[in-house]
Every structure is written in C-alpha cells, then in structure tokens.
C-alpha cells in the first residue's frame, strides 16, 4: 500500500509506503478466510480501549497479536525491490 501526493493526477512524492501479503483462493480471488483472519489478528492487536492496568501484572497480548500479525501479513524488501517500486511509481530508472 503505497501513499502519494500527487497533482494532476501525477505523483509527486511518497509519504508512506507499506508491504503486505495477500492470500489468494484457486480462481486468483482474495481467500475471503485470509482476509477475515488478518482483520480479527489487527483487532487483536488494537491497545484495550478503556481498561484498568495494573501495575503488577503486564497484558502482552496486544503486543504478541502486534507481532504474529506482522509476521504473518507483512513482508520486508529488499533494497532492490523498493527501488524498483520507487522507479515505477516516478518513472524514473532505478539507482
């Protein structure tokens, strides 16, 4: 997922940038099971809205649910292949 700022409809820089992995079913659709997995793991990975802490006992399942999601769901690039989206997106030759 990619966030431009763009006039005319030209992209003129890239304020956020994210890498996700999309699950897919036999006929090329997004796996509606994936998706609704990913969507319950982000819940789970919201802070508690209005909970009472305690100062003895630490809650780590939103940072546990934090990172299986990102684990799952997220992927990492190379310097090569941000380049390349970088060089897609602007139309310029890569570095």
Do not use: C
Not at 45 to 57: M, N, Q, W, Y
Not at 66 to 82: A, L, V
């Amino acid at each position: 997922m990619v966030v431009l700022e763009v006039v005319g409809r030209r992209p003129i820089s890239m304020i956020h940038i994210d890498y996700y992995m999309l699950a897919f079913d036999d006929e090329g659709r997004i796996d509606p099971a994936e998706l609704e997995k990913e969507a319950r793991l982000a819940v789970e990975a919201l802070p508690p809205i209005d909970e009472e802490k305690s100062e003895r006992v630490i809650d780590a399942r939103t940072h546990f649910a934090k990172r299986r999601y990102e684990h799952e769901f997220k992927w990492t690039p190379t310097p090569e292949i941000q380049a390349a989206i970088v060089s897609e997106i602007f139309n310029k030759e890569p570095a």
